[in-house]
């Protein structure tokens, strides 16, 4: 049996595995809609999903991931959607580290992970579910998701003052080939909305400004989540512009069949 040991670390009490209906209604309440993809079937899961990778953890193991509650299956057997664990009362919108770590592993000796990533920052992003920042990337698994899909696409959604979307595609070699089906299939299956709440507000009024998406990730944190506490009482001025959305000198505009 999988075990979810990145939630157990930052998610102590997570709920049980939703069902379809469930987990839009927790998307729906942090402002997100989520539609069910035509040609998909739901996955039945016992468990958590987890993809494992490994990390330093000071006084903790070193296997650490992140856990997908929802995987919804191509009916042609080319892939899956992987949907991340969502806890409605306690919204993550940094996971810039987890990316880091993930790609670190999966590419042993990479100092900076910013080349393999794709970031998507245009005026109009209603074809990237409506996020403000979207970054793609990819590595291939020796153990494949569900044990034939051995190539994955992962995707990150941040939008502003809401929970982060830290999604996975898994594809087959066929799948692979039409790696922008499922693209599009994820993407066309999630909607930020634009209300945004005071917690989440105030919660990235103390991200420190290098602590997400600029890269390499700053070591001094030393976590998932930048140490709210260091940061409030005036030692970081309240300020919700101080994220960097658009990392101008590192971002790649998105071309060819990843942009269809």
Known sequence: MLILLLANILLPEVPNVPTVEQYSNDLGTLDITFTKPEGFSSVKLDNYFGLQYYKQWPGKADIANWGYSMILESNDNQGALLYPIIVADKPIITFGEQMESELKHMNPGTKDITPLLTFVAEDDMSRYANADTAVIYSFDVEGPVLGKYPHVIGILLRKYAHQTLFLKIALSDDGLKNKDV??????????????NSDKLVERERVIAPDC?????HPQQYGGILPSFENYIDGKQKSNEKRYIYKPEPRQKKVTGSENK
């Open 212 to 216: 997400d998406l600029k890269f390499p």
């Open 182 to 195: 499922f693209i599009k299939a994820l993407l066309g299956s999630l909607k930020y909305g634009n209300s």
